[in-house]
Protein backbone atom coordinates (compact mmCIF):
# COMPACT_ATOMS: atom_id res chain seq x y z
CA UNK A 1 0.00 0.00 0.00
CA UNK A 2 2.65 2.56 0.80
CA UNK A 3 3.98 1.98 -2.95
CA UNK A 4 0.13 2.80 -3.68
CA UNK A 5 0.84 6.11 -2.30
CA UNK A 6 4.48 6.63 -3.92
CA UNK A 7 3.33 5.54 -7.54
CA UNK A 8 0.24 8.21 -7.03
CA UNK A 9 2.42 10.63 -5.86
CA UNK A 10 4.88 10.46 -8.87
CA UNK A 11 1.78 10.15 -11.56
CA UNK A 12 0.23 13.43 -9.70
CA UNK A 13 3.49 15.56 -9.89
CA UNK A 14 3.59 14.40 -14.24
CA UNK A 15 0.07 15.66 -14.00
CA UNK A 16 1.04 18.82 -12.19
CA UNK A 17 3.51 19.01 -14.81
CA UNK A 18 1.04 18.13 -18.00
CA UNK A 19 -1.19 21.23 -16.67
CA UNK A 20 1.66 23.64 -16.38
CA UNK A 21 2.84 22.66 -19.60
CA UNK A 22 -0.80 23.43 -21.30
CA UNK A 23 -2.02 26.30 -19.31
CA UNK A 24 1.58 28.03 -20.18
CA UNK A 25 1.16 27.16 -23.73
CA UNK A 26 -2.29 27.98 -23.81
CA UNK A 27 -1.64 30.93 -22.83
CA UNK A 28 0.96 32.02 -24.98
CA UNK A 29 -0.61 31.02 -28.15
CA UNK A 30 -3.38 32.79 -27.58
CA UNK A 31 -1.13 36.13 -27.39
CA UNK A 32 0.90 34.44 -30.09
CA UNK A 33 -2.27 34.42 -32.38
CA UNK A 34 -3.76 37.65 -31.64
CA UNK A 35 -0.28 39.75 -32.10
CA UNK A 36 -0.67 37.80 -35.91
CA UNK A 37 -4.60 38.45 -36.17
CA UNK A 38 -3.72 42.41 -35.32
CA UNK A 39 -0.48 42.39 -37.63
CA UNK A 40 -3.00 40.73 -40.76
CA UNK A 41 -5.69 43.60 -39.53
CA UNK A 42 -3.09 46.46 -39.64
CA UNK A 43 -1.46 45.11 -43.23
CA UNK A 44 -4.91 44.76 -44.58
CA UNK A 45 -5.60 48.24 -44.57
CA UNK A 46 -2.36 49.20 -46.89
CA UNK A 47 -3.05 45.57 -48.80
CA UNK A 48 -6.78 44.59 -48.74
CA UNK A 49 -6.19 41.37 -51.34
CA UNK A 50 -3.02 40.06 -49.17
CA UNK A 51 -4.23 36.89 -48.39
CA UNK A 52 -5.99 36.54 -51.71
CA UNK A 53 -9.65 37.71 -52.68
CA UNK A 54 -10.82 36.16 -49.44
CA UNK A 55 -8.96 38.33 -46.61
CA UNK A 56 -11.44 40.47 -45.15
CA UNK A 57 -13.43 36.84 -45.04
CA UNK A 58 -9.80 35.21 -43.38
CA UNK A 59 -9.17 37.52 -41.19
CA UNK A 60 -12.93 37.10 -39.35
CA UNK A 61 -12.39 33.41 -39.44
CA UNK A 62 -9.41 34.21 -37.44
CA UNK A 63 -10.85 36.34 -34.79
CA UNK A 64 -14.06 34.15 -34.31
CA UNK A 65 -11.74 31.24 -34.00
CA UNK A 66 -9.35 33.07 -31.65
CA UNK A 67 -12.79 34.29 -29.38
CA UNK A 68 -14.05 31.10 -29.57
CA UNK A 69 -10.32 29.76 -28.41
CA UNK A 70 -10.11 31.57 -25.94
CA UNK A 71 -13.18 30.89 -23.99
CA UNK A 72 -12.47 27.33 -23.91
CA UNK A 73 -9.14 27.80 -23.15
CA UNK A 74 -10.24 29.58 -20.10
CA UNK A 75 -12.68 27.26 -19.50
CA UNK A 76 -10.45 24.50 -18.58
CA UNK A 77 -8.66 26.64 -15.98
CA UNK A 78 -4.95 24.55 -16.44
CA UNK A 79 -3.61 26.57 -13.87
CA UNK A 80 -6.21 26.20 -11.29
CA UNK A 81 -5.99 22.64 -11.79
CA UNK A 82 -1.79 22.44 -11.86
CA UNK A 83 -2.16 24.36 -8.45
CA UNK A 84 -4.68 21.60 -6.75
CA UNK A 85 -2.36 18.71 -8.38
CA UNK A 86 0.54 20.19 -6.50
CA UNK A 87 -0.72 20.73 -3.45
CA UNK A 88 -2.37 17.08 -3.78
CA UNK A 89 1.20 15.39 -4.20
CA UNK A 90 2.76 17.67 -1.53
CA UNK A 91 0.08 16.05 0.63
CA UNK A 92 0.40 12.56 -0.87
CA UNK A 93 4.28 12.88 -0.41
CA UNK A 94 3.84 13.58 3.75
CA UNK A 95 1.05 10.97 3.97
CA UNK A 96 4.36 8.72 2.23
CA UNK A 97 6.77 9.89 4.52
CA UNK A 98 4.64 8.94 7.54
CA UNK A 99 3.70 5.85 6.68
CA UNK A 100 6.03 3.21 8.56
CA UNK A 101 4.39 -0.41 6.74
CA UNK A 102 3.09 -1.33 4.33
CA UNK A 103 0.01 -2.15 5.77
CA UNK A 104 -1.65 1.40 6.42
CA UNK A 105 -3.57 2.14 9.83
CA UNK A 106 -7.33 3.28 9.25
CA UNK A 107 -6.46 6.44 9.67
CA UNK A 108 -3.93 6.25 7.60
CA UNK A 109 -5.82 4.32 4.79
CA UNK A 110 -9.04 7.61 5.68
CA UNK A 111 -6.35 10.33 4.92
CA UNK A 112 -4.94 8.65 1.46
CA UNK A 113 -8.55 8.05 0.46
CA UNK A 114 -9.72 11.94 1.12
CA UNK A 115 -6.42 12.85 -0.60
CA UNK A 116 -7.28 10.70 -3.74
CA UNK A 117 -10.84 12.76 -3.81
CA UNK A 118 -9.14 16.39 -3.31
CA UNK A 119 -8.49 16.42 -7.00
CA UNK A 120 -9.30 14.78 -10.10
CA UNK A 121 -7.29 11.91 -11.23
CA UNK A 122 -3.98 11.52 -13.09
CA UNK A 123 -4.38 10.29 -16.52
CA UNK A 124 -2.58 6.74 -17.33
CA UNK A 125 0.04 8.74 -19.39
CA UNK A 126 0.87 10.42 -15.96
CA UNK A 127 1.44 7.26 -14.30
CA UNK A 128 3.58 5.95 -17.30
CA UNK A 129 5.86 8.96 -17.54
CA UNK A 130 6.20 9.10 -14.01
CA UNK A 131 7.74 5.13 -13.97
CA UNK A 132 9.59 5.79 -17.47
CA UNK A 133 11.67 8.92 -15.66
CA UNK A 134 11.88 7.07 -12.22
CA UNK A 135 14.91 4.94 -11.16
CA UNK A 136 15.57 2.20 -9.31
CA UNK A 137 12.22 0.65 -9.13
CA UNK A 138 11.71 -2.64 -7.52
CA UNK A 139 7.46 -2.84 -8.46
CA UNK A 140 5.91 -1.69 -12.23
CA UNK A 141 8.55 -1.47 -13.88
CA UNK A 142 7.09 0.23 -17.09
CA UNK A 143 6.64 -2.13 -19.99
CA UNK A 144 7.96 -1.93 -23.53
CA UNK A 145 4.66 -1.03 -24.88
CA UNK A 146 4.40 1.58 -22.15
CA UNK A 147 8.03 2.94 -22.94
CA UNK A 148 6.98 3.13 -26.63
CA UNK A 149 3.51 4.99 -25.79
CA UNK A 150 4.85 7.02 -23.67
CA UNK A 151 7.61 8.10 -25.71
CA UNK A 152 5.26 8.70 -29.03
CA UNK A 153 2.67 10.55 -26.55
CA UNK A 154 5.62 13.22 -25.50
CA UNK A 155 6.31 13.04 -29.22
CA UNK A 156 3.00 13.78 -30.31
CA UNK A 157 2.82 16.71 -27.43
CA UNK A 158 5.70 18.32 -28.62
CA UNK A 159 5.13 18.52 -32.38
CA UNK A 160 1.58 19.51 -31.60
CA UNK A 161 2.82 22.49 -29.94
CA UNK A 162 5.26 23.22 -32.45
CA UNK A 163 3.10 22.85 -35.19
CA UNK A 164 0.71 25.39 -33.76
CA UNK A 165 3.53 27.95 -33.44
CA UNK A 166 4.51 26.98 -37.11
CA UNK A 167 1.13 27.06 -38.46
CA UNK A 168 -0.03 31.08 -38.87
CA UNK A 169 3.61 31.85 -40.32
CA UNK A 170 3.54 28.09 -43.02
CA UNK A 171 -0.39 29.28 -43.91
CA UNK A 172 1.39 33.02 -44.45
CA UNK A 173 4.10 32.15 -46.88
CA UNK A 174 1.68 30.19 -48.69
CA UNK A 175 -0.34 33.27 -49.25
CA UNK A 176 2.10 34.79 -49.73
CA UNK A 177 3.73 32.88 -52.90
CA UNK A 178 0.40 32.60 -54.26
CA UNK A 179 -0.17 36.73 -54.17
Excluded at 8 to 17: D, F, G, L, N, V
Excluded at 115 to 142: G, Q, W, Y
Aim: charged share 25%.
Amino acid sequence: MKDNIWFTYKARIKAHERLEWMDFHSQLLLVWYSILGAVLAILTIRYPKLLGNDTDILSAILSIGLLAISLCVANRDFRGRAMLMRSNYQNLHKLHRIVKEDKLSPEELESYSNLLKDCENHRTIDDILARMFSTNLTSRVPTRREYLVGCVLLARRYLLTIGLYVTPLLVALYFARKS
